[in-house]
T-cell receptor
Framework: SQQGEEDPQALSIQEGENATMNCSYK?????LQWYRQNSGRGLVHLIL?????REKHSGRLRVTLDTSKKSSSLLITASRAADTASYFC?????????????FGTGTKLQVIP | NAGVTQTPKFRVLKTGQSMTLLCAQD?????MYWYRQDPGMGLRLIHY???????AKGEVPDGYNVSRLKKQNFLLGLESAAPSQTSVYFC?????????????FGPGTRLTVL
């Protein structure tokens, strides 16, 4: 089974609203990463949060990590139509070396202008 | 800089045919990866390379072979294509191992095996 599971699978919001998507995982991690994928394109790295960090910001993105609940959330504030994309979390386990990155199934975000 | 490029963009094969997907990066990255993306599933690692002349198996390596003869190129081969290999294939590269930081992805190759 997937290490990271995103929730919800799909999300539709109006431009200007905030979008929140969640990622849950099963085993202890070294870090967790979020990627964006526009339709028909490759993935783009957004942010990495380490297991000893609780919150991280990058522009309109805010990522939180709760290792006790094995979950992370990605908040996009003041969404824009250009934010329409699929968002994936990727977990890096504590064991197995840094070559093992497990991607979740993604949240499909639609921002309506 | 072109970043990571993949050729071809689309391909249709018949069962049993062979083909090679080419990935090229111009960022002088040591690490390169091949993933496949299927509907309803996350990306799954097929093979990866930690440097020129090296390759290693990922999560789903069966039916695929790879070669990294030059640092900037990573080739993925299908010797005898099967319908189960219908997928979108992504190549990625990175400065450090994937779990340490950012991977840069190519635009993908959409492969259909009939």
């Amino acid at each position: 089974s997937q290490q990271g599971e995103e929730d919800p699978q799909a999300l539709s919001i109006q431009e200007g609203e905030n979008a929140t998507m969640n990622c849950s995982y099963k085993t202890s991690i070294n870090n967790l990463q979020w990627y964006r994928q526009n339709s028909g394109r490759g993935l783009v790295h957004l942010i990495l949060i380490r297991s000893n960090e609780r919150e991280k910001h990058s522009g309109r993105l805010r990522v939180t990590l709760d290792t006790s609940k094995k979950s992370s959330s990605l908040l996009i504030t003041a969404s824009r139509a250009a934010d329409t994309a699929s968002y994936f979390c990727a977990t890096v386990p504590n064991s197995g070396g840094y070559q093992k990155v497990t991607f979740g199934t993604g949240t499909k975000l639609q921002v309506i202008p | 800089n072109a970043g990571v490029t993949q050729t071809p963009k689309f391909r249709v094969l018949k069962t049993g045919q062979s083909m090679t997907l080419l990935c090229a990066q111009d960022m002088n990255h040591e690490y390169m990866y091949w993933y496949r993306q299927d509907p309803g599933m996350g990306l799954r690692l097929i093979h990866y390379s930690v440097g020129e002349g090296t390759t290693a198996k990922g999560e789903v390596p069966d039916g695929y072979n790879v070669s990294r003869l030059k640092k900037q190129n990573f080739l993925l081969g299908l010797e005898s294509a099967a319908p189960s290999q219908t997928s979108v294939y992504f190549c990625a590269s990175s400065v450090r191992l994937a779990g340490s930081g950012e991977q840069f992805f190519g635009p993908g190759t959409r492969l259909t095996v009939l």
